[in-house]
């Protein structure tokens, strides 16, 4: 069955940097679509970034362009992201999440495979 697992969450001021990583198992990770996804208290989760099967093209919400960075290495089937110049509003859950189908150009929620989830707080 699919797994994934992230980490590399924490606890970071504001302006600095953390890299989250997902590795991914239970099946070809290269032709699926990954993306992140975050949750803050009280409120719904919401779209962070995602990346295109095989060489990936990346896109982000516009709360984190610029600033955040999405990755895949398919050797290693696992995605990362980069997040530089952390703010307050970036603390929150970071769920990892697989496309369901294969060769899909974006993630659905309400179909992708989830990780467990790893906090980042940031402290203003």
């Known amino acids: 069955q699919v797994q994934l697992v992230e980490s590399g969450g924490g606890l970071v001021q504001a302006g600095g940097s953390l890299r989250l990583s997902c590795a991914a198992s239970?099946?070809?990770?290269?032709?699926?679509?990954m993306g992140w996804f975050r949750q803050a208290p009280t409120k719904e989760r919401e779209f962070v970034a995602a990346i295109g099967w095989g060489n990936g093209i990346p896109y982000y919400a516009d709360s984190v362009k610029g600033r955040f960075t999405i990755s895949r290495d398919n050797a290693k089937n696992t995605v990362y992201l980069q997040m530089n110049s952390l703010k307050s509003e970036d603390t929150a859950v970071y769920y990892c999440?697989?496309?369901?189908?294969?060769?899909?150009?974006?993630?659905?929620?309400?179909?992708?495979?989830w990780g467990q989830g790893t906090q980042v707080t940031v402290s203003s």
């Open positions: 999440a697989q496309n369901r189908r294969p060769y899909g150009s974006n993630v659905l929620p309400t179909e992708a495979y």
């Open positions: 239970g099946r070809t990770f290269n032709i699926y679509t």
